[in-house]
């Protein structure tokens, strides 16, 4: 006995029309990349970004079209920096920014980088106005509200060599953050 088969109900679209129907989003790519002290490369941002002030940040960025997170990391922190990552970059943190303030939802990841390249002097973009090595604990104070989370989720992953996922800089993995 042949089974009855339901017609579809919506006839099936090309691929490409259906992608057309997704919404889009960014990602941006960034390293947590230490001395051998153990502190952590941070730069200042030169001028703010629309809905952000200029702030401290890791070095990374935005995705160029069809570029994967990994040569994203690599790309900007060469750009931003100067430095070649060698290492193998192991995921940290992903976090999904939802759209806000006129940005389309943002897919960022964060890697680690290890330790800085032997040798390697930090040669800023114009991007960046200063660069600096400090310890967790004392980049804390220099952390816009929203970076706290984000930043604390980030440091974890590190200890831990767990990585987060977060929503909005929120770790929701864990439950905290």
Same mark, same amino acid.
Do not use: K, N
């Given at each position: 006995?042949?089974?009855?088969?339901? #017609?579809? !109900?919506? $006839? =099936?679209?090309?691929?490409?029309?259906? /992608? %057309?129907?997704?919404? +889009?989003?960014?990602?941006?790519?960034?390293?947590?990349?230490?001395?051998?002290?153990?502190?952590?490369?941070?730069?200042?941002?030169?001028?703010?970004?629309?809905?952000?002030?200029?702030?401290?940040?890791?070095?990374?960025?935005?995705?160029?079209?069809?570029?994967?997170?990994?040569?994203?990391?690599?790309?900007?922190?060469?750009?931003?920096?100067?430095?070649?990552?060698? #290492?193998? !970059?192991? $995921? =940290?943190?992903?976090?999904?920014?939802? /759209? %806000?303030?006129?940005? +389309?939802?943002?897919?960022?990841?964060?890697?680690?980088?290890?330790?800085?390249?032997?040798?390697?002097?930090?040669?800023?973009?114009?991007?960046?106005?200063?660069?600096?090595?400090?310890?967790?604990?004392?980049?804390?104070?220099?952390?816009?509200?929203?970076?706290?989370?984000?930043?604390?989720?980030?440091?974890?992953?590190?200890?831990?060599?767990?990585?987060?996922?977060?929503?909005?800089?929120?770790?929701?993995?864990?439950?905290?953050?």
């Amino acid at each position: 006995m042949a089974v009855p088969t339901l #017609a579809p !109900l919506v $006839p =099936l679209l090309a691929p490409a029309d259906f /992608a %057309a129907t997704l919404p +889009p989003h960014a990602v941006s790519a960034s390293v947590l990349l230490t001395d051998a002290a153990g502190r952590i490369l941070m730069l200042h941002q030169a001028r703010g970004y629309p809905g952000h002030p200029a702030w401290w940040q890791l070095p990374g960025g935005l995705g160029d079209p069809g570029e994967d997170p990994v040569a994203t990391a690599r790309r900007e922190t060469a750009e931003e920096t100067g430095l070649r990552l060698a #290492a193998v !970059l192991l $995921p =940290l943190v992903v976090d999904y920014r939802c /759209a %806000a303030g006129g940005w +389309p939802p943002v897919i960022d990841f964060a890697f680690d980088a290890g330790a800085a390249p032997a040798g390697g002097e930090v040669r800023l973009s114009a991007e960046h106005d200063a660069w600096a090595w400090r310890t967790y604990d004392e980049w804390l104070p220099d952390l816009q509200p929203e970076q706290t989370a984000w930043f604390a989720s980030l440091w974890r992953a590190r200890r831990t060599s767990v990585t987060a996922v977060l929503t909005d800089g929120r770790d929701v993995t864990a439950g905290t953050g």
